[in-house]
């Protein structure tokens, strides 16, 4: 089955600064990579997605990266904010076979003012 | 559209002693998805449905865990027995399968068992 292993497990920035979460994932059928940030009380909210077929992906500071021949991505949030702190999960599935995630570990994101 | 509903939000129960927990998806969703998540770690799928077919169970559904979905709308998930291990938080997602991808997860069920 599929693994995904995700790195930091804790991120601390200072706000303005760049956060870099970066995933790996092992079967090279998953086709579909979303990330979620999940806060308390708040539920797990999908932040930014990418397909396969995509390379990069950017939604105003947020964007993700996906390198298939290494089978890893990357979130990138840039200009961090104090409401960015949360954790984030990244995770992968194969479309094609119901979409159930695999979820890495988690990264505890802290952006201190 | 109110989101993805689970109920209760807490439940703290003795070991041995069976729960039920509900999850009312986005309307109209026709994928609706049981995780699992323990602190610490990232959600673990345990099960999902297309409409009312169950049509995948994880290893980590053991037969102490049921799940339906009778009428393809709200869902339910039973764990009979409950063992000390059961604790986590249970989550449930719902998607849409003409809408693309996303999955968009409720707020969880808190199981502790003491």
């Known amino acids: 089955g599929e693994n995904v292993e995700q790195h930091p497990s804790t991120l601390s920035v200072q706000e303005g600064d760049s956060a870099v979460i970066k995933c790996t994932y092992s079967d090279s059928a998953s086709n579909y990579f979303p990330w979620y940030k999940q806060e308390l009380g708040k539920g797990s909210q999908l932040i930014i997605d990418?397909?396969?077929?995509?390379g990069e992906k950017k939604d105003q500071r947020i964007a993700v990266t996906l390198n298939k021949t290494a089978k890893h991505f990357s979130l990138h949030i840039t200009e961090t904010q104090p409401e960015d702190s949360a954790v984030y999960f990244c995770?992968?599935?194969?479309?094609?076979?119901?979409?159930?995630?695999?979820f890495g570990t988690g990264t505890q994101l802290k952006v201190e003012l | 559209d109110t989101g993805v509903s689970q109920d209760p939000r807490h439940k703290i129960t003795k070991r041995g002693q069976n729960v039920t927990f509900r999850c009312d998806p986005i309307?109209?969703?026709?994928?609706l998805y049981w995780y699992r998540q323990t602190l610490g770690q990232g959600p673990e799928f345990l099960t999902y449905?297309?409409?009312?077919?169950?049509?995948?169970k994880s290893r980590l559904l053991s037969d102490r865990f049921s799940a339906e979905r009778p009428k393809g709308s709200f869902s339910t998930l039973e764990i009979q027995r409950t063992e000390q291990g059961d604790s986590a938080m249970y989550l449930c997602a719902s998607s849409l399968i003409d809408r693309g991808l996303e999955a968009f997860f409720g707020q969880g069920t808190r199981l502790t068992v003491v």
């Open positions: 309307s109209e969703h026709n994928r």
């Open positions: 990418i397909r396969s077929n995509v």
């Open positions: 995770a992968a599935s194969y479309a094609g076979g119901g979409n159930k995630l695999t």
């Open positions: 449905f297309q409409n009312e077919a169950q049509l995948e």
